[in-house]
């Protein structure tokens, strides 16, 4: 009588392991290529992006009660979105690309030709929030946001939006922070915005 050969867990088990980093790898490969190509589309727009910025920044500071922590408390009227939307890092007309690639294609612009409201992300700014137990600070980033309709020259919005959580232990040296509000927090504002 012949026994059955027990199945190896640990090679099966390692073989896994590879495979997943792997698959792994080749997704961030994959995102990187995407998030280039699709801040290259936009890069003959940067100069006319970063003008709009300082206008739509500029026109906010004459108004300061549209900004404020709280996304709904502070708008003087209904926020909307004027056809396709172009996310642009406010000091250099880039577009930001990883914010642009996941937002929805219903309102992301593919192309310079479809932004209507230009999205205007300030610089970050860290709010530290607690402190690890090596003493180095954890960070809340924070960013101020204008969103700007393009054929009405006019301010749509502006609001001060607060990125995630940073993590509750780490096992790094130094500081760590949440993630970059331009990202999950801006993506599901603009999402649930209606369209004009």
């Not at 995102?31 to 910025?53: I, N, Y």
């Not at 003087?76 to 642009?88: D, E, F, K």
């Not at 310079?112 to 600070?137: F, H, K, M, R, W």
């Not at 502006?158 to 999950?184: F, H, L, Q």
Request: some cysteine; overall charge negative; charged content about 20%.
């Amino acid at each position: 009588m012949t026994r059955k050969k027990k199945p190896n867990w640990g090679c099966i088990g390692g073989v896994l392991l590879v495979l997943f980093w792997t698959a792994a790898g080749i997704w961030a490969i994959v995102r990187h290529f995407h998030e280039k190509s699709t801040g290259d589309v936009f890069d003959l727009m940067t100069e006319q992006a970063r003008s709009v910025c300082d206008t739509c920044f500029s026109q906010v500071s004459r108004y300061p009660a549209l900004y404020g922590e709280q996304f709904d408390s502070y708008l003087p009227y209904s926020p909307y979105l004027r056809g396709r939307v172009l996310v642009v890092e406010a000091d250099t007309g880039k577009a930001i690309s990883s914010t642009m690639i996941d937002l929805s294609p219903e309102i992301a612009a593919t192309s310079p030709e479809e932004v209507n409201t230009l999205v205007c992300a300030g610089e970050v700014d860290q709010l530290q929030i607690s402190t690890y137990t090596d003493g180095q600070p954890a960070y809340i980033l924070i960013r101020n946001f204008c969103v700007y309709d393009i054929p009405t020259e006019s301010v749509i919005f502006a609001a001060e939006i607060y990125g995630g959580r940073p993590p509750p232990t780490k096992n790094v040296s130094g500081p760590e922070s949440g993630t970059d509000p331009a990202y999950s927090p801006l993506i599901k504002i603009l999402e649930g915005l209606p369209i004009k």
